[in-house]
């Protein structure tokens, strides 16, 4: 008898009791899927110019499977396809109130694979070797170079193997199969945001693309992912080629904060040698 009343009673405390409830708290609303635009580079038919049109996105990221680069978080980007084949692009968006990362995809078809050949700059540049080649900083004087804006390198100039020997065993390698590029530091690179210290980091493979005549005063570009970086960390990815030789590899790219923006002022200028 007393073990029926005991469950009674707990019968009766269980579905007496009324969880809390704040009817004050309002989630936001599920934001709607992104969208975005494509359209085929002119008189290119393996680049693709993708373009972000939702408004207020506090992140986005694209995802191009089969693609170069495979990802970016640019609100513009050109996306190029070496091979021929149906190829799905994705964007995933996520605002700050947190209501949600919705994402939408479209496809496109490449009609055929891209008429590339290892010559001129891509010869120069990778070698064309399956094992590609690899630059480093040079030892010279004015190995970097930075200034106010792009032809001016006033602020400072590196003397004679003046800097870190951590920066000098760093080797950038571009492969032409698969527009491979690959940091290999050795598992350290230098943190400009942390007083040039020796930051142990090893940096992932990713792709590359040389652009042709698209950079300043028409010169050609390098661009590899954002998340990467040629010579000096606080450097962007996208790079102007203002010299290549087979010996000799000058490149000036703008300053970038931490976060990847670009500075409101600052300039590189890298010299690089065959390592």
């Not at 028409?218 to 000096?232: C, H, S, T, W």
Request: hydrophobic content about 35%; some cysteine.
């Amino acid at each position: 008898m007393k073990k029926i009343l005991f469950a009674a009673v707990l019968a009766g405390l269980w579905f007496g009791c009324t969880p809390d409830r704040d009817d004050d708290i309002q989630l936001p609303p599920a934001s709607d899927a992104p969208q975005f635009s494509m359209a085929f580079v002119e008189d290119d038919s393996n680049r693709i110019v993708v373009r972000d049109l939702s408004d207020g996105n506090f992140q986005r990221v694209w995802d191009f499977p089969g693609g170069i680069p495979k990802s970016s978080t640019k609100a513009v980007d050109t996306v190029l396809y070496i091979e021929k084949g149906t190829f799905v692009v994705t964007l995933f968006t996520s605002k700050l109130d947190g209501s949600g990362t919705p994402s939408s995809s479209q496809s496109v078809t490449i009609l055929k694979d891209a008429p590339l050949s290892c010559s001129g700059a891509l010869s120069l540049l990778t070698g064309c070797s399956s094992a590609g080649k690899c630059w480093t900083l040079s030892r010279d004087a004015g190995a970097v170079k930075v200034g106010p804006t792009y032809d001016d390198y006033s602020w400072f100039t590196s003397p004679v193997d003046g800097l870190q020997n951590e920066q000098y065993d760093d080797g950038f390698c571009f492969t032409f199969d698969g527009f491979v590029f690959q940091n290999r530091n050795n598992g350290a690179s230098i943190d400009p945001w942390n007083g040039y210290a020796v930051t142990p980091y090893t940096w992932d493979l990713s792709t590359f693309e040389y652009r042709l005549g698209t950079g300043t005063n028409n010169r050609d570009q390098i661009l590899i992912p954002d998340e990467q970086f040629m010579g000096v960390w606080d450097a962007d990815n996208l790079l102007d080629v203002v010299k290549l030789t087979e010996t000799e590899l000058i490149v000036r790219a703008r300053q970038r904060a931490q976060n990847g923006a670009p500075a409101a002022e600052g300039w590189f200028e890298l010299r690089f040698v065959p390592q």
